[in-house]
Structure formats: C-alpha cells, structure tokens
C-alpha cells in the first residue's frame, strides 16, 4: 500500500527566504506526482505536475523535482511571500492503484513578513 | 474554463435526512472524482469515474452513500439517510489523463 509522507508537518520563515518542502513516498512504482496548495477553508489549487519519466518541473518561483527511484520529491519555493502561507500537499497517482491520487498530510507554511 | 463547479458550498441539515452535492468537471474532462477530507483523516477519495463509469467505489464508507453520472458534465453525490459523522468537507475533482483539478468543496454539517 503506498504511503506518503511530507517534512516538516508546519514551517514558519521571514518573507524572502528560500525553502523546500520534502515528499516522500513508499512505493516507486508511480504514473506521476502532484504537488498542491490549500488555504484554510479553501479548495486544492494544482501548483505542479511531474510525470514519472521527469525529474523537475517549473512555474514561476516554485520548482519540484522527483528522484523516482529513491522515492522523493520536493518543492522549491524561491523568495517566499506572505501570501505563500497555505498548506502544500504531495499526491502520487501509483501505478497499481488506477488514477487513486494518494495524499500527504501537508505541510502548513506560515511566511512572516 | 470555470473550473470544476461544486454546489451547494455549504449545507447544514439534520441527522437522518438526504443530502444531495452536486458536481460539474471541467469540460472535456475524462475523469471525476469525488474526495472527502476531514481533520482526523485527512483526503480521502471516495469514487471515481472514467467516461461517466464508476470505476473505484471502494472507498465509499457504506451503502448509505451513493454516486451517479447521468453524462460527462455532471456528477452527484447522495448521502441518505446523513449521520454527524458524515460532516466534512466534500471535494470533486477532474482529469483529462494527468493533473486533477479540484472544485471549491461542498462544506456538510449534519447535526
């Protein structure tokens, strides 16, 4: 059964400072990874998409990159700002498991400014 | 594109009673999924549907709840009869064969 698992659960950094969100994931066996954000009371916003046969994946001032293999992704977020405040979630969709997205628990950033 | 079209956003309703959330994916769209998440356990996916046929229900809780898709623009799902304990935040999604797209949700209070 894959699990996912995202480092740290909660991150507080000042506005402008670099950060990386860690993802990772049980079984390598996977079609693709999805990273997400959530503000409070708010749906899920698709932030990033990376197909398994990629490494990396860019939008702006965030990048993700995945290592298949080793079973971990992270997000890169360059010069964070207060309004990245939100919660980032990694999802996988497993080879086994149809288009079933598996989900982290997030990891709740606060930017101050 | 709108986005995926969730309603209600919000319904309050009392123990025993039918709840009906509605869902219209994205156009063009294969895919749709329903998920629910709640503090204690986190997103769950509930059902999903490739060209309107179910096709994972296993993670519907029990035969109290139930979900259709008449056509490729809509989906509902059906909570009858509701219990406290189905209150949480109901999330359909869609796909065309790679990112997911999520609705607003549809927030449940059943008292």
């Known amino acids: 059964k894959q699990e996912v698992t995202q480092i740290p659960a909660a991150l507080s950094v000042p506005e402008g400072e670099n950060l990386v969100l860690n993802c990772s994931f049980t079984?390598?066996?996977?079609?693709?990874l999805q990273w997400f954000r959530q503000d409070p009371g708010k749906g899920l916003t698709s932030l990033l998409l990376?197909?398994?046969?990629?490494r990396e994946q860019t939008s702006g001032r965030l990048n993700a990159s995945l290592d298949k293999s080793s079973g971990r992704s992270t997000l890169y977020i360059a010069a964070s700002q207060p309004g990245d405040s939100a919660t980032y979630l990694c999802?996988?969709?497993?080879?086994?498991?149809?288009?079933?997205?598996?989900f982290g628990e997030g990891t709740q950033l606060t930017v101050n400014p | 594109d709108a986005g995926v079209i969730q309603s209600p956003r919000h319904e309050v309703t009392e123990m025993g009673q039918e709840v009906t959330l509605r869902c219209k994916p994205i156009s063009g769209h294969n895919s749709l999924f329903w998920y629910r998440q709640t503090m204690m356990r986190g997103l769950e996916l509930l059902i999903y549907f490739n060209n309107n046929v179910p096709i994972d229900d296993s993670g519907m809780p029990e035969d109290r709840f139930s979900a259709k898709m008449p056509n490729a623009s809509f989906s509902t799902l059906k909570i009858q009869p509701s219990e406290p304990r189905d209150s949480a935040v109901y999330f359909c999604?869609?796909?065309?064969?790679?990112?997911?797209?999520f609705g607003p949700g549809t927030r449940l209070l059943v008292l």
């Open positions: 079984d390598s066996a996977i079609y693709n």
């Open positions: 999802a996988v969709i497993s080879e086994t498991s149809g288009s079933r997205l598996t």
């Open positions: 999604a869609s796909s065309s064969s790679g990112a997911q797209y």
């Open positions: 990376i197909q398994s046969s990629q």
